[in-house]
């Protein structure tokens, strides 16, 4: 889990997190305001304007404007005896199409109970978003243990299990891009921190197939991923089991890739099948 004093990405707050994946140059007001509105998300907690003010680059007028029409959309909301601002009720409606729609997880479900109940271990389910791992759903092991991860969570790519796995098989322009904003905040002794020493990572990833997260984020956490892919190789997200090094080692989750693989291949080929209902009656003729 997060530790208090944590950024979004799970770097201390005040260490280096790379580029926001925000607005760009033409992205205007619109973009200006979702940025907005992750740094109050990235906090975890509701937070106050000063500290806001603090956190993002714009004038306290814009600031407050931005706030402001977030706030009347429902896109946030604000505790006047705290003088807090919260994520909104709204994003609730939004988040919930986003999973149902353009996520993994619905399909992935069953198969994520399957491999669950067959390894006992904790079981991730991730995708990539603007260079950083998105867990979008998550199996307990029996004996759970506490960890950052947690479905809905933002993580970093480059020292992360499925992070890892991800970026391997990223094609190469879109690797270069995504490693130019990795934050490469040292987490752990074991952590990778040039885009060097993780290439090196990423070549012997795709060669054997899976990779691992040998104490790179958090101590004691290990894990064995996979990447999901289609038939055509294009990326669709990465699974994981992971463990602690109390109850295991690397080389004993090696041994889990071939299950992994198989689970990651199911997922892949009911993902490529997948078909949203169509509405029982089509519209006949104009409008």
Request: glycine share 8%.
């Amino acid at each position: 889990m997060a530790q208090t004093g944590q950024t979004a990405t799970g770097a201390p707050i005040g260490a280096p997190t790379g580029t926001r994946a925000g607005a760009t140059a033409g992205d205007g007001t619109v973009g200006k305001a979702l940025e907005v509105l992750d740094s109050v998300a990235s906090y975890g907690r509701p937070v106050r304007f000063s500290e806001l003010l603090a956190d993002t680059p714009y004038p306290k007028a814009t600031l407050y404007r931005f706030l402001q029409t977030l706030t009347n959309q429902r896109m946030l909301t604000f505790d006047p005896e705290r003088s807090t601002y919260a994520p909104g009720i709204r994003l609730v409606r939004l988040a919930h199409a986003a999973w149902a729609q353009s996520s993994l997880a619905p399909i992935a479900r069953t198969h994520l109970d399957r491999l669950s109940a067959l390894v006992g271990e904790t079981v991730h389910l991730a995708q990539f978003d603007h260079a950083q791992v998105l867990y979008v759903d998550k199996r307990n092991a029996r004996q759970p243990v506490e960890m950052f991860s947690q479905a809905g969570k933002i993580g970093p790519a480059y020292c992360t299990g499925v992070g890892k796995v991800m970026l391997a098989h990223l094609p190469p322009e879109d690797l270069d891009r995504a490693l130019a904003q990795q934050s490469w905040h040292r987490f752990t002794e074991h952590t990778f921190c040039d885009a060097d020493s993780l290439r090196r990572e990423l070549d012997a990833i795709r060669a054997r197939g899976y990779g691992f997260d040998n104490e790179e984020h958090e101590p004691g956490i290990i894990c064995v991923a996979v990447p999901i892919l289609t038939a055509k190789r294009r990326l669709l997200g990465a699974l994981s089991v992971t463990s602690t090094t109390t109850r295991t080692d690397i080389s004993q989750l090696g041994l889990l890739a071939p299950q992994l693989q198989t689970t990651a291949r199911a997922i892949a080929d009911e993902a490529e099948t997948w078909a949203f209902p169509q509405s029982e009656t089509t519209p006949q003729g104009g409008a």
